[in-house]
């Protein structure tokens, strides 16, 4: 490509189409993205505002720009472009999440197992929630202890209770036990991590990427639909798995493959968040509709991830 303006922002893939949501979360959540040294994330980055400032050097292909937004998605924040650290970016999750997972499902059997991987998911999962925040809603120090606390209490009360209640029930039944703590986690996790949202609301846009205001209703919808997908991603690998690890349990191997855990997953992905103007706060409702009459009847807001 010659030297110019190039529209690197713009989706490479048809957004509203399950199958470009699909191509666009495959590319995110490439796991090869990690290993790459911080020196190559920071040339991804140069480039890409060198592209944002309507300048692409001369002779890059446009394939090349392409894989400089890949990178510069799968390690910086949307919000800020700070780079994030390793374990919370989403192109860590298949590694990081199939091991947790894995260890989850295998080591079931006794207290103090649960208890530790428990204690380890709930660790990921709360880095995983603060690096992916929407960052223009501040979190305080104390907050996040709050949050961590309160969702790694719920994980490990559940679980525990669950193992002791299921002792005498059939095996199957307990190795679903970690799926129950992974799913009420979630629903404390999530939410007390990003409570300011909640508190304060979230920025949202118009079509064109145009704030309009902050909303709280957005906020809920959006918090609502993580908890929602974190828990739908979890339930093909959590609850299927367990039933065929039991049937392998009488072979001497017990290497299955999980990665079928996270294409599973993938089919669940839900498209960009949007709420209907109307369905807003009557304050921000009335301010969108006089400033701009009928023609925004919708507004975008990151939801996080």
């Known amino acids: 490509m010659s030297g110019g303006s190039f529209d690197i922002d713009a989706p490479r893939w048809d957004l509203t189409t399950f199958t470009g949501r699909l191509k666009h979360f495959f590319n995110i959540t490439d796991f090869t993205t990690a290993l790459l040294p911080d020196s190559r994330l920071d040339e991804a980055k140069a480039l890409v505002e060198s592209c944002r400032a309507g300048s692409v050097p001369p002779g890059t292909p ?103 209640y299921t002792k005498k029930a059939p095996p199957l039944v307990a190795r679903w036990v970690p799926f129950a703590a992974v799913a009420s986690a979630n629903c404390v996790n999530i939410p007390m991590m990003r409570q300011q949202e909640i508190l304060n609301g979230i920025a949202v846009t118009d079509e064109n990427g145009n704030k309009l205001g902050h909303s709280k209703k957005a906020a809920v919808k959006g918090i609502s639909q993580v908890v929602l997908s974190r828990i739908t991603m979890a339930a093909p690998g959590m609850i299927i798995l367990p039933i065929i690890m039991q049937r392998l349990e009488k072979y001497k191997f017990m290497q299955l493959d999980r990665w079928l855990e996270d294409i599973i997953s993938y089919w669940f992905l839900s498209p960009p968040s949007s709420m209907a103007v109307s369905k807003l ?23 996080g991830l």
């Open 62 to 164: 446009e394939e090349q720009l392409h894989y400089a937004k890949k990178l510069y998605d799968s390690a910086f924040h949307p919000d800020t472009g700070d780079r994030m650290n390793i374990i919370g970016r989403m192109s860590f999750q298949v590694p990081g999440g199939m091991a947790i997972t894995g260890c989850m499902l295998q080591f079931y059997r006794t207290v103090p197992a649960v208890v530790f991987w428990q204690w380890v998911n709930q660790s990921f999962n709360a880095l995983v929630n603060y690096t992916n925040r929407n960052a223009a809603s501040p979190i305080t120090s104390n907050q996040i202890g709050v949050a961590y606390l309160t969702a790694t209490t719920t994980a490990l009360a559940t679980a525990v209770g669950l193992n002791l």
């Open 281 to 303: 706060e009557p304050e921000l409702r009335d301010s969108i509709r006089g400033r701009y009459g009928e023609s925004v009847q919708h507004v975008y807001f990151n939801k």
